[in-house]
């Protein structure tokens, strides 16, 4: 059974420093693995999604990475801003039935 | 486009009482999922719609949570008779199919509190 784990639960970092979001996940046999933002009171955002057959993927100030073999992702964030402040959350998607296995998210802090 | 509505955004209700929730999605979006997201944890699929039909039921609590999705737009999500542990925030998303490269859209969800 999928089992996905990020930590730390919470993080507070200065404005203007470059952090790391770190996923893992038990079950290496993946379709694909995302990253959603979620703010106070609101739905989710996706922010990148990762095909099992790619290394990266990038978005602006923001990159995702997939170690597939040892079930491991990162999502950095460069020059961060107090906007940047958020949960964030990483899903994976079994390459069997397909459905979005969750982690439990990292909430960001960034202090102006 | 408008995005994926949902009402009531906030409700308190006493155990045992029942609590229905709405969605709408995105116009033109055939797959509707249903997820409960309780404080610190990441959502869970209660159950995932394509057109009217339901896909994936198999983590909804049965004897107290129905959904349907008639005419394969609106969805109404209903708890009878609701426990303490239903206390969470109800997110309804929905996506162009049921495809696995086809991105969700969240509503901004429905915050159920039970006392």
């Known amino acids: 059974k999928q089992e996905v784990t990020q930590i730390p639960a919470a993080l507070s970092v200065p404005e203007g420093e470059n952090l790391v979001l770190n996923c893992s996940f038990t079950?290496?046999?993946?379709?694909?693995l995302q990253w959603f933002r979620q703010d106070p009171g609101k739905g989710l955002t996706s922010l990148l999604l990762i095909q099992s057959s790619q290394r990266e993927q990038t978005s602006g100030r923001l990159n995702a990475s997939l170690d597939k073999s040892s079930g491991r992702s990162t999502l950095y964030i460069a020059a961060s801003q107090p906007g940047d402040s958020a949960t964030y959350l990483c899903a994976v998607r079994g390459d069997s039935n397909y459905q979005l296995i969750w982690g439990a998210g990292t909430k960001l802090i960034i202090k102006p | 486009e408008a995005g994926v509505a949902q009402s009531p955004r906030y409700k308190i209700i006493e155990k045992r009482q029942s609590v229905a929730f709405w969605c709408n999605p995105i116009s033109g979006h055939a797959t509707l999922y249903w997820y409960q997201q309780i404080l610190g944890q990441g959502p869970k699929l209660l159950i995932q719609f394509q057109n009217n039909g339901v896909v994936d039921d198999s983590q909804l609590p049965k004897d107290r949570f129905s959904a349907e999705r008639l005419k394969g737009v609106d969805s109404t999500l209903k708890i009878q008779p609701a426990k303490l542990e239903d206390s969470a925030v109800y997110l309804c998303?929905?996506?162009?199919?049921?495809?696995?490269?086809?991105?969700?859209?969240f509503g901004n969800g429905t915050r159920l509190t039970v006392t």
């Open positions: 079950d290496s046999a993946i379709y694909n």
């Open positions: 998303a929905s996506s162009l199919s049921g495809g696995t490269l086809s991105p969700l859209h």
